[in-house]
């Protein structure tokens, strides 16, 4: 009887790994703050290791790309085990080696199909405003993100769901991105904040009972100058931990912004606007939060207002072109207790307006040294100034 025997495994199929699919970019920031408020004049000066981000992507084909996003926020956090020997039996302990956060903020497929169609699923970032689209410490002037837009949307808003994008018109001109999305929770809105604290990050899932929808349209004049507006609206009542409001909490924003440059000169802005549905319903709910939550459970305003203009000129372009040097002057105003509902106090200490100045130095165009003062002044009143001095470094790859 002929023995069956193996034949040798086929290695004609077998694939070589291929590094060049992958991609790897990043940015990070380090700043120090020194304060003078009048509102806390124990306030102290700080470092803060603020964030390295880095994108991992990977490229299945030319139209099929993976993109990640993981941050690492105030130098990341550590937490560990060791055995004191020296105590009386001998003792473990738990020490918090780093206060900071790891976050998974993007993982999606993007999908592209035609120019004027681009599909993403997954984690995703929703692009309101313009700090979303200028995050990097090489795109924004101070040493902090927009103040305005930090201090009543979510500073990185992603979200689950779908994005539709693409360019439009005979030359490209117009770009649009539409979203389904998950939506706010509730209990993290507050006096200060609005809804940013809404954004879901506590749980280890996201409460999807309540979907939402954005979109935003910009017109390009050319690459550097562009024009736009976005919107968002979704019901935060339904994704709230617990069944504890009975009625519709909508949020509604809507934005204008624009972003010009002209050689050395650059002027961006932004006007937004936003509505919070049921907002005495939404504050009296909140007050009766556990604290183990960890949310403000303060009252929320019915309405916010927020704008801000920028301005920017290289003053080294008189002399070279080699370097960059940016001074720039900024004027934010917010409030976010523009309008209150029923018996909430419209607490005049969270109506802002800041002005800001200050310089970058870019020693090479992925590195920028940064320094700014501002003055903020809550309540309009000569009481409660809080002035700021920073400087720190960005950087991208």
């Known amino acids: 009887m002929a023995m069956a025997t193996n034949s040798p495994q086929d290695t004609s199929k077998t694939e070589k790994f291929d590094w060049s699919n ?3 970019k990043g940015y990070g920031v380090v700043n120090y703050y020194n304060y003078d408020w009048d509102t806390d004049s124990t306030k102290r000066n700080e470092f803060d290791a603020e964030r390295l981000n ?9 139209n099929i790309i993976f993109k990640s996003e993981i941050e690492f926020e105030h130098g990341g956090t550590g ?5 004191d020997k020296f105590e009386e039996f001998g003792e473990f302990e738990t020490e918090v080696e780093a206060g900071g956060e790891i976050k998974l903020e993007q993982a999606h497929i993007l999908f592209k199909i035609r120019p004027w169609l681009n599909v993403r699923v997954g984690r995703l970032k929703m692009y309101l405003g313009l700090h979303s689209k200028m995050d990097e410490p090489v795109e924004y002037a101070t040493t902090y993100r ?7 949307l979510p500073l990185g808003w992603y979200e689950n769901g779908v994005e539709l994008s693409g360019r439009l018109g005979q030359n490209r001109n117009w770009e649009y991105k539409l979203y389904v999305v998950s939506g706010l929770d509730g209990t993290g809105f507050s006096s200060r904040n609005w809804i940013k604290r809404g954004h879901q990050t506590r749980f280890e899932t996201v409460f999807a009972d309540a979907i939402a929808f954005a979109g935003r349209f910009d017109y390009y004049f050319d690459d550097k100058n562009s024009i736009g507006v976005a919107s968002y609206i979704g019901n935060s009542s339904p994704n709230r931990p617990k069944k504890d409001l009975s009625v519709d909490a909508y949020v509604s924003i809507s934005d204008i912004h624009f972003d010009f440059q002209k050689e050395a000169f650059k002027l961006r802005g932004m006007f937004l606007y936003g509505i919070l549905q049921n907002a005495e319903r939404v504050s009296e709910a909140n007050r009766n939060l556990s604290n183990n939550l960890n949310v403000k459970r303060t009252p929320v305003g019915s309405a916010a207002l927020g704008l801000y203009v920028e301005g920017a000129y290289n ?5 070279q072109k080699e370097r960059v040097l940016d001074v ?4 934010d105003y917010y409030d976010s207790m523009f309008k209150v509902e029923g018996e909430i106090f419209d607490n005049p200490r969270w109506e802002r307006s800041t002005i800001t100045g200050g310089i970058n130095y870019f020693p090479h ?6 320094a700014h003062y501002s003055l903020r002044t809550l309540g309009l009143t000569e009481e409660n100034k809080e002035r700021t001095f920073s400087m720190g470094i960005g950087f991208e790859f």
Request: hydrophobic share 45%; proline share 0%.
């Open 22 to 24: 992958f991609t790897l």
């Open 146 to 152: 927009q103040e305005m837009e930090n201090e009543l």
């Open 79 to 83: 937490v560990t085990k060791e055995f």
């Open 315 to 319: 003053i080294l372009s008189l002399w």
């Open 365 to 370: 165009e992925q590195i920028v040294l940064k």
């Open 328 to 331: 720039f002057a900024r004027y």
């Open 54 to 62: 880095l994108y991992l992507g990977y490229h299945f084909s030319e």
